[in-house]
């Protein structure tokens, strides 16, 4: 049976690789050029949209276009990507496309070329976080790196591109939002320029012939139930978000919040996801995978309960840190898990199906749903995304009982240049 092989009775200690390693220190900044382009579009995108004369409605199927999008081309282009001997070419072409995108987008004039530059930019944008995932893992698996200690650098990234975007528009308007997007695009194709070949290329098998990974052998994955019910207890907990996303300033406001607190409160968010990050390596290696993510599941059902009740805003900046669990301690635990129970040469596939069922479907229609829901039951909303997340708490139970730290292909024999499988199962993670 997949992940019942033997393993041993706690998780084996990890030589965790600090940030100043040549490995760690590109890949950190990586991250932090990643997030600027997030930093810029998730906040400001609908600013600019509005600016450029797009309706409410024009807006949130622009802004909803990519979810959607990403359910097919992800997994295609994450497949194509392991089956390439160098995943760096792919992510430098997914690079030029979204620069290209964003000029696309800025020289368009109405709302059916702005669709087709931002479904262009789908398809190039919504597969570079999941590629850059696969390399991420390969630096765990290969240099043993602390990966919430590289990633924070996206998140702390992120908190600057926001806030320094902000005071960029308020004083020379939003007009500057795509030259920023474009500049941080340049970053960031210049990170995967500075990405070393160790994290990047295939290992190259002993008789020197690589052998390209099959369709069918990428489809096993959905023939796997731990990889399956591990797929709907991360969808489930990240798809909670999707009220707090879509509807949480505004539900603020209605609150009596100031602008301020407002701002603070989700820059407070994302402090405390960093602070996860940095102690990181430590808890992953106590708790284990889904442990972690049978917490952060339990952390976002209580998080998302006290939501629905209206509290103070002094409570609510302590509901706030559970930011740091029900989003950051669930990505971690994603992560880990999949550096773990699946073997290195369908590792962007299954990141592939890891995004396009959690951003894409599950987040996509959670997010859909959000507006009838917040429409008719206003902050109350919450309540529903609690239940959302007690389903996670169940699935992520199964998943500490079922499995056990191996991979989770039935009948897997590992091409020999996956590093990581070599024919045994992974460690408990």
């Not at 990586?30 to 309706?55: D, T």
């Not at 097919?72 to 194509?80: D, G």
């Not at 369709?215 to 990889?227: I, N, Q, V, Y």
């Not at 669930?330 to 596939?349: C, G, K, N, Q, S």
Request: proline share 5%.
């Amino acid at each position: 049976m997949p992940g019942k092989a033997p393993i041993a009775k706690a998780p084996r200690a990890v030589n965790l690789k600090p940030i100043g390693t040549p490995v760690a220190a590109r890949l950190a900044f990586l991250y932090a050029a990643l997030f600027l382009v997030v930093g810029f579009y998730l906040p400001y995108m609908p600013v600019w949209l509005h600016f450029r004369g797009m309706s409410e409605d024009a807006i949130a199927l622009l802004l909803a276009a990519p979810l959607f999008v990403r359910i097919l081309s992800t997994p295609a282009i994450s497949f194509a990507a392991d089956r390439a001997t160098d995943r760096r070419a792919i992510l430098l072409i997914l690079g030029g496309g979204s620069l290209l995108s964003f000029l696309a987008l800025w020289a368009s004039d109405g709302f059916w070329p702005m669709l087709a530059a931002t479904i262009l930019l789908a398809i190039c944008w919504t597969t570079i976080m999941p590629l850059i995932e696969t390399v991420a893992v390969a630096g765990i698996r290969k240099h043993g790196l602390d990966y919430g200690r590289v990633r924070l650098w996206g998140s702390a990234s992120f908190i600057l591109a926001s806030f320094g975007a902000g005071f960029i528009i308020q004083r020379w308007g939003a007009a500057t939002i795509l030259p920023l997007l474009l500049a941080a695009t340049v970053l960031m194709i210049i990170g995967t320029m500075l990405l070393p070949r160790s994290l990047t290329a295939k290992v190259r098998p002993t008789d020197g012939v690589h052998r390209h990974l099959k369709l069918s052998e990428a489809m096993a994955l959905f023939r796997a139930p731990l990889f399956l019910l591990f797929l709907l207890a991360t969808s489930a907990v990240q798809a909670s978000h999707a009220v707090y996303y879509a509807f949480g300033t505004i539900a603020w406001q209605r609150q009596g919040f100031s602008s301020e607190a407002i701002g603070a409160l989700w820059a407070f968010g994302v402090i405390v996801e960093i602070a996860l990050f940095a102690f990181s390596g430590k808890l992953i290696a106590k708790l284990g995978a889904a442990r972690l993510l049978a917490i952060a599941a339990s952390a976002a059902t209580i998080r998302w309960g006290l939501m629905a009740f209206e509290p103070p805003l002094l409570l609510t900046a302590l509901v706030q840190s559970l930011h740091a669990f029900s989003f950051g301690a669930a990505h971690l635990a994603a992560i880990h898990f999949l550096t773990h129970a699946v073997p290195e040469d369908r590792a962007a596939t299954a990141q592939g199906i890891y995004a396009a069922a959690v951003a894409g479907l599950a987040m996509g229609l959670a997010t859909i749903a959000s507006g009838p829901l917040y429409r008719l039951f206003g902050p109350e909303a919450y309540a529903g995304m609690a239940v959302l997340a007690f389903i996670s708490v169940l699935c992520a139970g199964l998943l500490v009982r079922r499995w056990h730290g191996g991979l989770v292909i039935e009948g897997l024999e590992p091409h020999p240049q996956s590093a990581g499988a070599g024919g045994k199962t992974s460690p408990a993670s």
